[in-house]
């Protein structure tokens, strides 16, 4: 599970160009089809008639969205969100804009894809008067920690949004797999910066547990 404030200004962005020409926008029911091959992607014990059947009884409804990300014409991922007006673990308000799932084919990962996607549901969530977000993760699931950290530290108020935010993971070793984390902060004055970044790391490595990853420092 991971929880994020989300900002206060509203942003109704639901389509958008991104990285090498890819287009995010919200799905609507002529793109059933689509939504339910992806899914069947990402989870393959199911069929896409099940896929489609079960998202053509929620795609109108006003608490849940879809969004795809299109290379020319062709659908290559999708996000699945919803509010969530239940209590939801870790967050302290409610309705709360929820993740369901997320997929992006193997050829167009590591682009942005994937950001574009969260961001949109994010922004959905706005308009619906959340302020925070969140989502189930499998708990080996680096991929959505390193999501986290990206949004955790463009949401953050004492980071440079204008400057490069970097969150990459880097080659296995025999001690573990690596994580950069590269940003600048908005205060340059040496003692407030130090200060800043180690709440900011501490965080990080406070939730890393969430998604089940343990830190580890070499002697």
């Known amino acids: ?46 069929t896409v008639e099940e896929m489609r059947s079960e998202y053509a009884d ?65 922004d959905w969530a706005r308009t619906k008067g959340c302020t925070e977000f969140a989502s189930d993760c499998e708990l080996t699931n680096i991929q959505m920690y390193r999501i986290y950290i990206e949004m955790y530290l463009r949401s953050h108020p004492n980071v440079n949004p204008a400057l490069d935010i970097i969150v990459t993971q880097k080659e296995a070793t025999a001690y573990g797999l690596p994580i950069e984390v590269y940003f600048f902060t908005r205060e340059k004055a040496w003692s407030v910066y130090e200060k800043q970044q ?13 998604f089940g990853l343990r830190l580890y420092q070499r002697p």
Not at 67 to 90: K, M, N, P, S, W
């Open 58 to 122: 929620n795609i109108a409804k006003p608490d849940v969205a879809f969004f795809l990300a299109y290379v020319d014409e062709t659908a290559i991922g999708f996000a699945q969100c919803q509010l969530r007006h239940d209590y939801v673990e870790g967050t302290e308000s409610a309705p709360v804009g929820y993740l369901e799932g997320i997929f992006v084919a193997e050829q167009y990962r590591k682009q942005g894809t994937a950001k574009a996607l969260l961001t949109a549901c994010e």
């Open 1 to 46: 599970m991971f929880a994020k404030k989300t900002n206060d200004c509203i942003l109704v962005k639901w389509q958008s160009i991104v990285n090498g020409g890819k287009m995010i926008q919200k799905a609507e029911v002529k793109d059933l089809t689509a939504i339910a091959e992806l899914a069947c992607r990402l989870w393959p014990h199911h």
């Open 198 to 210: 180690s709440d900011i790391f501490d965080h990080l490595m406070t939730i890393a547990p969430v």
